[in-house]
């Protein structure tokens, strides 16, 4: 699938901050990226739940896990400008 910096960015934002729809993320996790360096950024969301293990069973991850996201939104968000 085609997706921009930004619209990686923006898929990111809107899970860790709760604004996003629900199946925007199951598709953002589900669905190959075309661009490389976006791929390795979703596949690094989806192995963050391992690097940062949720505290409670209802949570994706932890809170280092939401901020770790962040933090590549972030970066993407940068690059995109």
Known sequence: M???AQQVADTIDGFVNGTGNQWDWDGFTS????????EGIRQRCISVRDEFPPE????????AGMEAMRKMAGKLRTRAA
């Open 56 to 63: 409670k069973v209802s949570d994706y991850c932890s809170p």
């Open 2 to 4: 085609k997706r921009t």
């Open 31 to 38: 669905i190959r990226i075309d661009d490389p360096e976006l």
